[in-house]
Protein backbone atom coordinates (compact mmCIF):
# COMPACT_ATOMS: atom_id res chain seq x y z
CA UNK A 1 0.00 0.00 0.00
CA UNK A 2 1.70 3.22 -1.23
CA UNK A 3 1.97 5.35 2.40
CA UNK A 4 -1.62 4.95 4.41
CA UNK A 5 -3.81 4.91 1.20
CA UNK A 6 -4.67 2.26 -0.80
CA UNK A 7 -4.47 3.49 -4.54
CA UNK A 8 -7.17 1.87 -6.73
CA UNK A 9 -7.06 2.13 -10.35
CA UNK A 10 -10.73 2.00 -12.18
CA UNK A 11 -11.83 1.47 -15.70
CA UNK A 12 -15.13 2.34 -16.87
CA UNK A 13 -15.86 4.98 -14.75
CA UNK A 14 -17.98 6.63 -17.10
CA UNK A 15 -20.00 3.75 -17.77
CA UNK A 16 -23.23 2.04 -15.71
CA UNK A 17 -21.45 -0.57 -13.67
CA UNK A 18 -18.40 1.09 -13.07
CA UNK A 19 -19.68 4.96 -12.30
CA UNK A 20 -22.07 2.91 -9.43
CA UNK A 21 -19.00 0.87 -8.23
CA UNK A 22 -17.24 4.42 -7.74
CA UNK A 23 -20.17 6.08 -5.76
CA UNK A 24 -19.96 3.11 -3.47
CA UNK A 25 -16.35 2.88 -2.97
CA UNK A 26 -16.31 6.86 -1.98
CA UNK A 27 -19.41 6.15 0.30
CA UNK A 28 -17.42 3.19 2.04
CA UNK A 29 -16.39 3.77 5.82
CA UNK A 30 -12.69 3.83 5.12
CA UNK A 31 -12.89 5.99 1.75
CA UNK A 32 -10.66 7.81 3.39
CA UNK A 33 -7.82 5.63 3.07
CA UNK A 34 -8.54 4.59 -1.31
CA UNK A 35 -6.89 6.66 -3.40
CA UNK A 36 -9.06 6.26 -6.70
CA UNK A 37 -7.55 6.92 -10.26
CA UNK A 38 -10.27 6.85 -13.26
CA UNK A 39 -9.11 6.13 -16.48
CA UNK A 40 -11.80 8.17 -19.31
CA UNK A 41 -11.36 9.46 -22.95
CA UNK A 42 -13.06 12.58 -22.69
CA UNK A 43 -11.30 15.48 -21.29
CA UNK A 44 -14.05 17.59 -20.00
CA UNK A 45 -15.60 14.77 -17.79
CA UNK A 46 -12.38 13.58 -16.93
CA UNK A 47 -12.36 17.85 -15.31
CA UNK A 48 -15.59 16.77 -13.77
CA UNK A 49 -14.34 13.82 -11.74
CA UNK A 50 -11.57 15.55 -10.54
CA UNK A 51 -14.12 18.32 -9.53
CA UNK A 52 -15.30 15.49 -7.30
CA UNK A 53 -12.07 14.56 -5.51
CA UNK A 54 -11.30 11.74 -8.02
CA UNK A 55 -7.76 11.59 -9.96
CA UNK A 56 -8.78 11.19 -13.75
CA UNK A 57 -6.08 10.28 -16.61
CA UNK A 58 -7.27 11.01 -19.94
CA UNK A 59 -6.87 8.21 -22.20
CA UNK A 60 -7.92 5.27 -23.61
CA UNK A 61 -8.54 1.28 -22.22
CA UNK A 62 -6.74 0.24 -25.33
CA UNK A 63 -3.84 2.56 -24.82
CA UNK A 64 -2.09 -0.68 -23.82
CA UNK A 65 1.33 1.52 -22.65
CA UNK A 66 -1.02 3.76 -20.65
CA UNK A 67 -3.07 0.91 -18.80
CA UNK A 68 -0.24 -1.39 -18.11
CA UNK A 69 1.34 2.22 -16.27
CA UNK A 70 -1.71 3.04 -14.26
CA UNK A 71 -2.13 -0.62 -13.29
CA UNK A 72 1.68 -1.03 -12.38
CA UNK A 73 0.97 2.08 -9.97
CA UNK A 74 -1.91 0.34 -8.12
CA UNK A 75 -2.66 -1.37 -4.99
CA UNK A 76 -6.35 -2.34 -6.45
CA UNK A 77 -7.60 -2.74 -10.20
CA UNK A 78 -11.11 -2.86 -10.54
CA UNK A 79 -12.03 -2.91 -14.68
CA UNK A 80 -15.59 -2.05 -15.24
CA UNK A 81 -15.40 -0.80 -19.22
CA UNK A 82 -17.15 -3.50 -21.33
CA UNK A 83 -14.79 -3.80 -23.83
CA UNK A 84 -14.30 -7.62 -24.35
CA UNK A 85 -10.44 -6.90 -25.28
CA UNK A 86 -7.81 -9.57 -24.33
CA UNK A 87 -5.50 -6.57 -25.04
CA UNK A 88 -6.95 -4.56 -22.00
CA UNK A 89 -6.32 -7.55 -19.65
CA UNK A 90 -3.06 -8.22 -21.22
CA UNK A 91 -2.22 -4.94 -19.78
CA UNK A 92 -3.41 -4.58 -16.99
CA UNK A 93 -1.51 -8.11 -15.66
CA UNK A 94 1.80 -6.67 -17.81
CA UNK A 95 1.28 -3.49 -14.87
CA UNK A 96 0.46 -5.43 -11.71
CA UNK A 97 3.50 -7.80 -12.53
CA UNK A 98 5.59 -5.27 -12.05
CA UNK A 99 3.65 -3.70 -9.16
CA UNK A 100 4.33 -7.24 -7.75
CA UNK A 101 8.26 -7.01 -8.09
CA UNK A 102 7.73 -3.79 -5.89
CA UNK A 103 7.15 -6.57 -3.24
CA UNK A 104 3.41 -6.08 -2.88
CA UNK A 105 0.64 -8.91 -4.52
CA UNK A 106 -1.98 -6.53 -5.84
CA UNK A 107 -5.63 -7.28 -6.34
CA UNK A 108 -7.53 -7.54 -9.77
CA UNK A 109 -11.27 -7.42 -9.57
CA UNK A 110 -12.42 -7.82 -13.38
CA UNK A 111 -16.00 -7.48 -14.26
CA UNK A 112 -17.46 -10.71 -17.13
CA UNK A 113 -20.84 -11.30 -17.01
CA UNK A 114 -22.74 -14.81 -17.31
CA UNK A 115 -23.33 -14.33 -21.12
CA UNK A 116 -20.06 -16.86 -20.72
CA UNK A 117 -22.54 -19.51 -19.64
CA UNK A 118 -24.72 -18.56 -22.19
CA UNK A 119 -26.86 -21.62 -24.53
CA UNK A 120 -27.91 -21.05 -27.74
CA UNK A 121 -31.71 -21.86 -27.35
CA UNK A 122 -33.04 -18.97 -29.58
CA UNK A 123 -35.81 -18.54 -27.40
CA UNK A 124 -36.82 -22.06 -27.85
CA UNK A 125 -36.99 -23.49 -24.49
CA UNK A 126 -35.74 -23.29 -20.65
CA UNK A 127 -32.65 -24.54 -19.98
CA UNK A 128 -31.78 -26.95 -17.23
CA UNK A 129 -28.30 -26.52 -16.59
CA UNK A 130 -27.50 -24.35 -13.41
CA UNK A 131 -24.16 -23.43 -12.93
CA UNK A 132 -22.77 -22.19 -9.02
CA UNK A 133 -19.89 -19.97 -8.63
CA UNK A 134 -18.77 -22.11 -5.63
CA UNK A 135 -18.70 -25.32 -7.88
CA UNK A 136 -14.92 -24.97 -9.42
CA UNK A 137 -15.00 -27.93 -11.41
CA UNK A 138 -18.21 -26.67 -13.16
CA UNK A 139 -16.67 -23.77 -13.51
CA UNK A 140 -13.60 -24.68 -14.80
CA UNK A 141 -15.65 -26.48 -17.62
CA UNK A 142 -16.88 -23.90 -19.39
CA UNK A 143 -15.84 -23.97 -22.68
CA UNK A 144 -12.71 -21.44 -23.89
CA UNK A 145 -14.99 -20.90 -26.92
CA UNK A 146 -17.46 -18.99 -25.35
CA UNK A 147 -18.05 -14.90 -25.05
CA UNK A 148 -16.02 -13.50 -22.49
CA UNK A 149 -13.92 -16.57 -21.41
CA UNK A 150 -10.41 -16.06 -23.39
CA UNK A 151 -10.05 -12.64 -20.93
CA UNK A 152 -11.40 -14.49 -17.84
CA UNK A 153 -8.93 -17.34 -18.92
CA UNK A 154 -6.56 -15.23 -19.02
CA UNK A 155 -6.56 -13.47 -16.13
CA UNK A 156 -7.09 -16.43 -14.15
CA UNK A 157 -3.86 -18.01 -15.27
CA UNK A 158 -2.23 -14.78 -13.83
CA UNK A 159 -3.90 -15.75 -10.54
CA UNK A 160 -2.42 -18.96 -10.98
CA UNK A 161 1.20 -17.80 -11.86
CA UNK A 162 0.99 -16.46 -8.36
CA UNK A 163 2.14 -12.59 -8.79
CA UNK A 164 -1.50 -11.03 -8.53
CA UNK A 165 -4.88 -12.49 -6.94
CA UNK A 166 -7.39 -12.29 -9.27
CA UNK A 167 -11.56 -11.91 -8.88
CA UNK A 168 -14.20 -11.99 -11.24
CA UNK A 169 -17.15 -10.84 -10.97
CA UNK A 170 -20.07 -11.68 -13.65
CA UNK A 171 -23.31 -9.77 -14.06
CA UNK A 172 -26.24 -11.17 -15.41
CA UNK A 173 -28.99 -8.41 -16.76
CA UNK A 174 -28.22 -5.44 -15.09
CA UNK A 175 -31.83 -3.14 -13.89
CA UNK A 176 -32.60 0.11 -12.34
CA UNK A 177 -31.26 3.45 -13.09
CA UNK A 178 -28.32 4.45 -11.71
CA UNK A 179 -28.19 7.33 -9.16
CA UNK A 180 -25.55 8.91 -7.50
CA UNK A 181 -23.70 12.38 -7.83
CA UNK A 182 -21.22 10.57 -10.84
CA UNK A 183 -24.95 10.32 -12.75
CA UNK A 184 -25.95 14.09 -11.49
CA UNK A 185 -22.85 15.03 -12.70
CA UNK A 186 -23.73 14.08 -16.29
CA UNK A 187 -20.15 11.95 -16.44
CA UNK A 188 -22.22 8.86 -15.82
CA UNK A 189 -24.47 6.69 -17.90
CA UNK A 190 -27.15 5.84 -15.78
CA UNK A 191 -28.72 3.10 -18.30
CA UNK A 192 -28.12 -0.67 -18.61
CA UNK A 193 -27.55 -1.89 -22.08
CA UNK A 194 -30.08 -4.87 -22.36
CA UNK A 195 -33.60 -4.28 -21.32
CA UNK A 196 -33.13 -0.73 -23.00
CA UNK A 197 -32.11 -2.12 -26.18
CA UNK A 198 -35.29 -4.40 -26.32
CA UNK A 199 -37.24 -1.05 -25.53
CA UNK A 200 -35.91 0.94 -28.02
CA UNK A 201 -36.34 -2.10 -30.61
CA UNK A 202 -39.52 -2.45 -29.15
CA UNK A 203 -40.41 1.50 -29.69
CA UNK A 204 -39.32 1.35 -32.96
CA UNK A 205 -41.26 -1.06 -34.37
CA UNK A 206 -44.33 -0.17 -32.24
CA UNK A 207 -44.71 -3.68 -30.47
CA UNK A 208 -42.72 -5.70 -27.83
CA UNK A 209 -40.50 -8.26 -28.99
CA UNK A 210 -38.75 -11.45 -28.19
CA UNK A 211 -36.15 -14.40 -29.29
CA UNK A 212 -38.09 -16.97 -30.85
CA UNK A 213 -40.91 -18.10 -27.88
CA UNK A 214 -39.21 -15.81 -25.36
CA UNK A 215 -39.07 -19.29 -23.58
CA UNK A 216 -35.18 -18.34 -22.54
CA UNK A 217 -34.07 -17.92 -18.77
CA UNK A 218 -31.67 -15.38 -17.69
CA UNK A 219 -30.84 -14.45 -13.75
CA UNK A 220 -30.79 -10.96 -13.06
CA UNK A 221 -29.31 -7.89 -10.43
CA UNK A 222 -30.35 -4.28 -9.68
CA UNK A 223 -27.59 -1.93 -10.44
CA UNK A 224 -26.68 -0.35 -6.86
CA UNK A 225 -26.89 -4.07 -5.03
CA UNK A 226 -24.53 -5.59 -7.93
CA UNK A 227 -22.22 -2.37 -6.85
CA UNK A 228 -22.57 -3.74 -3.24
CA UNK A 229 -20.78 -6.88 -4.63
CA UNK A 230 -17.74 -5.04 -5.63
CA UNK A 231 -17.27 -3.58 -2.27
CA UNK A 232 -18.52 -6.58 0.08
CA UNK A 233 -15.92 -8.55 -2.27
CA UNK A 234 -13.63 -6.06 -1.31
CA UNK A 235 -13.69 -6.14 2.13
CA UNK A 236 -13.45 -10.19 2.07
CA UNK A 237 -10.72 -9.82 0.45
CA UNK A 238 -9.12 -7.27 2.41
CA UNK A 239 -10.11 -8.49 5.73
CA UNK A 240 -10.13 -12.45 5.09
CA UNK A 241 -6.43 -13.96 4.14
CA UNK A 242 -8.06 -17.21 3.48
CA UNK A 243 -10.32 -16.15 0.61
CA UNK A 244 -10.37 -17.69 -2.39
CA UNK A 245 -8.97 -16.27 -5.33
CA UNK A 246 -8.71 -17.09 -9.20
CA UNK A 247 -10.50 -20.42 -9.89
CA UNK A 248 -12.20 -19.58 -6.12
CA UNK A 249 -13.07 -15.95 -7.18
CA UNK A 250 -15.75 -16.46 -9.20
CA UNK A 251 -18.56 -14.19 -8.45
CA UNK A 252 -21.67 -14.41 -10.27
CA UNK A 253 -24.15 -11.19 -9.67
CA UNK A 254 -27.61 -12.82 -9.66
CA UNK A 255 -30.66 -12.44 -7.67
CA UNK A 256 -33.38 -13.24 -9.56
CA UNK A 257 -34.31 -14.73 -12.88
CA UNK A 258 -37.03 -14.36 -15.50
CA UNK A 259 -37.84 -15.43 -19.09
CA UNK A 260 -37.47 -13.11 -21.91
CA UNK A 261 -41.33 -13.52 -22.44
CA UNK A 262 -41.64 -11.89 -18.85
CA UNK A 263 -39.57 -9.30 -20.27
CA UNK A 264 -41.40 -8.76 -23.21
CA UNK A 265 -44.86 -8.61 -21.74
CA UNK A 266 -43.38 -6.18 -19.45
CA UNK A 267 -42.64 -4.01 -21.99
CA UNK A 268 -45.41 -4.25 -24.05
CA UNK A 269 -47.65 -2.87 -20.97
CA UNK A 270 -45.74 -0.31 -20.26
CA UNK A 271 -45.70 0.35 -24.02
CA UNK A 272 -49.94 0.49 -24.74
CA UNK A 273 -50.21 2.04 -21.09
CA UNK A 274 -48.51 5.02 -22.52
CA UNK A 275 -49.94 5.14 -25.84
CA UNK A 276 -46.73 3.45 -28.29
CA UNK A 277 -48.76 0.38 -29.32
CA UNK A 278 -51.82 -1.16 -29.80
CA UNK A 279 -51.10 -4.71 -28.33
CA UNK A 280 -49.01 -5.75 -24.76
CA UNK A 281 -48.03 -9.01 -26.15
CA UNK A 282 -44.83 -9.53 -27.40
CA UNK A 283 -44.06 -10.88 -31.07
CA UNK A 284 -41.06 -12.74 -32.20
CA UNK A 285 -37.99 -10.76 -34.05
CA UNK A 286 -37.69 -11.74 -37.96
CA UNK A 287 -34.35 -12.33 -38.16
CA UNK A 288 -33.69 -8.86 -40.07
CA UNK A 289 -34.66 -7.38 -36.87
CA UNK A 290 -32.37 -9.57 -34.65
CA UNK A 291 -29.63 -8.34 -36.93
CA UNK A 292 -30.91 -4.84 -36.87
CA UNK A 293 -31.20 -3.81 -33.18
CA UNK A 294 -28.58 -6.18 -31.74
CA UNK A 295 -26.17 -7.20 -33.96
CA UNK A 296 -27.14 -10.93 -34.02
CA UNK A 297 -27.38 -11.22 -30.21
CA UNK A 298 -27.67 -13.71 -27.35
CA UNK A 299 -30.90 -12.54 -26.32
CA UNK A 300 -32.33 -15.82 -26.57
CA UNK A 301 -30.11 -18.01 -24.76
CA UNK A 302 -30.29 -19.37 -21.06
CA UNK A 303 -28.01 -18.32 -18.60
CA UNK A 304 -28.81 -20.08 -15.54
CA UNK A 305 -27.12 -19.91 -12.10
CA UNK A 306 -26.22 -19.61 -8.66
CA UNK A 307 -24.79 -16.86 -6.56
CA UNK A 308 -23.51 -18.92 -3.68
CA UNK A 309 -19.90 -17.91 -3.15
CA UNK A 310 -21.55 -13.84 -3.66
CA UNK A 311 -24.03 -14.96 -1.02
CA UNK A 312 -21.53 -16.33 1.03
CA UNK A 313 -19.14 -13.38 1.54
CA UNK A 314 -22.36 -11.41 3.15
CA UNK A 315 -23.82 -10.14 -0.21
CA UNK A 316 -27.67 -9.27 0.71
CA UNK A 317 -29.23 -8.85 -2.23
CA UNK A 318 -32.95 -7.73 -1.68
CA UNK A 319 -34.68 -6.97 -5.28
CA UNK A 320 -36.02 -9.59 -6.92
CA UNK A 321 -37.51 -10.35 -10.33
CA UNK A 322 -40.70 -8.28 -9.79
CA UNK A 323 -38.49 -5.01 -9.13
CA UNK A 324 -36.50 -6.16 -12.08
CA UNK A 325 -40.24 -5.80 -13.93
CA UNK A 326 -41.66 -3.16 -12.45
CA UNK A 327 -38.20 -1.41 -13.38
CA UNK A 328 -39.07 -1.52 -17.17
CA UNK A 329 -41.99 0.90 -16.79
CA UNK A 330 -39.38 4.15 -16.30
CA UNK A 331 -36.82 2.82 -18.69
CA UNK A 332 -39.43 3.12 -21.17
CA UNK A 333 -40.34 6.55 -19.71
CA UNK A 334 -37.12 7.83 -19.96
CA UNK A 335 -36.48 6.35 -23.66
CA UNK A 336 -39.26 7.86 -24.41
CA UNK A 337 -38.17 10.82 -23.35
CA UNK A 338 -34.41 10.96 -24.52
CA UNK A 339 -36.08 10.57 -27.90
CA UNK A 340 -38.58 13.25 -28.17
CA UNK A 341 -35.20 15.51 -27.37
CA UNK A 342 -33.23 13.95 -29.66
CA UNK A 343 -36.23 14.73 -32.22
CA UNK A 344 -36.66 18.75 -30.85
C1 LIG B 1 -12.54 -8.06 -18.04
O1 LIG B 1 -13.26 -9.18 -18.53
C2 LIG B 1 -14.08 -8.90 -19.64
C3 LIG B 1 -14.86 -10.16 -19.95
O2 LIG B 1 -14.03 -11.23 -20.15
C4 LIG B 1 -13.22 -8.43 -20.78
O3 LIG B 1 -14.05 -8.03 -21.84
C5 LIG B 1 -12.37 -7.26 -20.37
O4 LIG B 1 -11.46 -6.95 -21.39
C6 LIG B 1 -11.59 -7.56 -19.10
N1 LIG B 1 -10.90 -6.33 -18.68
C7 LIG B 1 -9.65 -6.31 -18.32
C8 LIG B 1 -9.06 -5.00 -17.98
O5 LIG B 1 -9.01 -7.32 -18.24
Known amino acids: MSGTKTSFLLTGATGYIGGAILARFLAHPKAHTFQFTVLVRDPAKAEKFEALGVKAVVGSHSDAHLVEK ?43 GTGVISDEAKGAFAGDLVYDDSDVKQIQSIAPTQMHRNVDLAITEADVEGYVKTYIVLPSTIYGIATGQFVDAGIQNPHSLQIPALISAALDRGRAGMVGEGKNLWPNVEIHELADLYAILYDNIVENADLGHGWNGFYFGASGEHSLLDVGKAIGEALVALGKSDNPEPTTFSQEELGKYFGGSYLGSNSRCRATRSLSIGWKPTKTTSDMLASIRPEVEALIHKKAKVAA
Open 70 to 112: LASEADVVIAAADCDDLGAATATLAGLRKRHALGVVPIFINTS
